[in-house]
């Protein structure tokens, strides 16, 4: 199985972080070749919980914790400098050891710079009421230069006359509207450049053609693991717009944020928990507002990883899984964060939503009906067991079983691994292959 996504299916941490440090160790230390980012940016944050050590990854792709795998940042990742180098120093801080060949940075890549962050809190600021909820990392901004043909590349950054002039255009626009939209000071060109060319010399021998090292890696064999970031539910094109991010985090994106052909992925794997989460603005059917989406998110401990905001908690929505599994092409489902039910008399899910006095059991055509669909709910039997140190199917309680068996059949495709708790080993596999 060279290619392998690995993708959110819902809102966005639903556990990709492990779903991606578990398959980089289950194919074995020196099978894994590559873990690769290929959409977002630092508004990422993915855990990884490595013998009760926890880790926290946001740019950098989760294999940079996998000694012998090359971490890869894509062309269609959102890349600031000052964050991957704080990340990456973070973690050296910790002890952990990463080669001077371990991370690869795409030659493609658009630029972060301080003024994408300025601008997506401004906005936000502006939007007052409608505000997004974005993680104020500038991702927006930088997405929006991108496709506005003013973006600045990292390979831009190697000719500072080049620079320069990139940065010049960029900030024309840019500082029209902050002076005359936001009343806010201009940003001048040069403090831009100076900030930028800081961080050319540690850069330099990271760059790459991502496409050709990846594309070559596949040709020869090489095991090659897509890390996705964000989520199905978060994609500019098939999430909740305008409450998403700014990128294609579902399975097509890979393919654009890699430079690699469809016909290269052999399976997509969606990551999904047990229940739903969410951070930020934006429609969520099976929200909750009662002591069950507290306690949801006491035991869950739901909580972002980027910008410690509280996550919003529902029950499993089955009617977005079915729509993950469509838009992705989905193979697989990790079903992650099942432990977190342990305690519950009856657990509820979503299996279709009423709109408008009709029943729907797809996503409806617009986000007007979204915005009004009430959860049809179907009630499971809880297993009030601890299923933390459960490790084979076969050791669940029966009705944790049940449960899992009836997500399955109503989300379109097999569940592969479950979720048990946050450490590499909670994991049950349920499919060998
Ligand atoms: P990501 O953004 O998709 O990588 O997910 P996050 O790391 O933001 O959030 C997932 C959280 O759930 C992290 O704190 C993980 O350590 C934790 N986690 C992942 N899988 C499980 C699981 O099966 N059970 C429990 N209890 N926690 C889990
Ligand atoms: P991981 O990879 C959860 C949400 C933000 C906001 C919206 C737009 O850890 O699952 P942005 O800063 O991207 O412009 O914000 O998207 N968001 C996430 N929510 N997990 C994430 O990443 C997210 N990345 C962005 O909260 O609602
Ligand atoms: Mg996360």
Redesign the pocket.
């Known amino acids: 199985m060279p290619a392998i996504v690995i993708l959110?299916a819902q809102?966005?941490?639903?556990g990709?972080g492990k779903a991606t440090d578990l398959l980089a160790q289950q194919q074995g230390d020196d099978s894994i070749d590559f873990v690769v980012r290929t959409s977002?940016g630092h508004?990422?944050?993915?855990t990884i919980v490595v013998n009760g050590e926890k880790f926290a990854t946001h740019l950098l792709p989760s294999g940079i914790l996998t000694p012998g795998a090359t971490s890869v940042i894509g062309n269609g990742v959102v890349v600031s400098p000052e964050a991957l180098f704080r990340e990456l120093d973070e973690l050296v801080a910790r002890g952990v050891e990463i080669g001077p060949d371990q991370l690869v940075v795409s030659a493609n890549a658009h630029v972060i710079a301080s003024y994408h962050s300025t601008i997506?809190k401004v906005t936000e600021r502006f939007l007052g009421k409608n505000q997004?909820?974005?993680?104020?990392?500038g991702?927006?901004p930088a997405y929006a230069d991108k496709i506005n043909r003013v973006g600045v590349r990292i390979a831009d950054l190697f000719d500072e006359g080049i620079l320069r002039q990139k940065v010049d255009a960029a900030l024309d626009q840019r500082n029209h509207l902050l002076a005359k939209v936001y009343n806010r000071r201009a940003i001048e060109v040069d403090a831009v450049v100076e900030e930028l060319l800081a961080y050319v010399d540690r850069l330099r021998p990271m760059v790459r053609d991502t496409s050709l090292l990846l594309n070559t890696a596949l040709d020869e064999g090489k095991t090659v693991l897509f890390e996705g970031?964000?989520?199905t539910m978060?994609d500019v094109d098939h999430g909740t717009y305008p409450?998403?991010?700014?990128s294609n985090p579902v399975a097509g994106g890979v393919c654009v944020g890699a430079g690699i052909g469809p016909t290269r992925i052999d399976r997509v794997i969606g990551v999904i928990k047990a229940y739903t989460t969410r951070?930020?603005?934006?429609p969520f059917p099976t929200e909750l507002f009662d002591a069950d989406g507290e306690e949801l998110q006491r035991i869950g401990g739901e909580v972002?990883?980027?910008t410690g905001r509280t996550r919003r908690c529902g029950w499993y929505d089955a009617v977005v899984a079915r729509y993950a599994t469509r838009v992705n092409g989905l193979t697989d489902y990790f079903l992650t964060k099942l432990d977190v039910l342990d305690s519950w008399d009856r657990i509820p899910v979503c299996v279709a939503y009423e709109i408008d006095g009709v029943r729907h059991d797809e996503m409806p055509m617009t986000q007007t009906e979204f915005h009004h669909a009430k959860p049809v709910y179907e009630f499971f039997d809880g297993w009030k067991t601890d299923i933390s140190g459960c490790r084979s199917f076969e050791d669940l309680p029966e009705n944790a079983q049940i449960y899992v068996q009836a997500l399955e059949q109503m989300s379109g495709t097999r569940i592969w691994g479950v979720g048990v708790g946050p450490g590499r080993e909670q994991t049950i596999v349920v499919h060998d292959d």
Do not use: M, P, Y
């Open positions: 959110g809102w966005g941490d639903e990709k977002g508004n990422a944050g993915h997506d997004i909820g974005t993680t104020g990392r991702i927006g970031a964000q989520a978060l409450f998403v991010t700014s951070v930020g603005s934006g972002g990883v980027s």
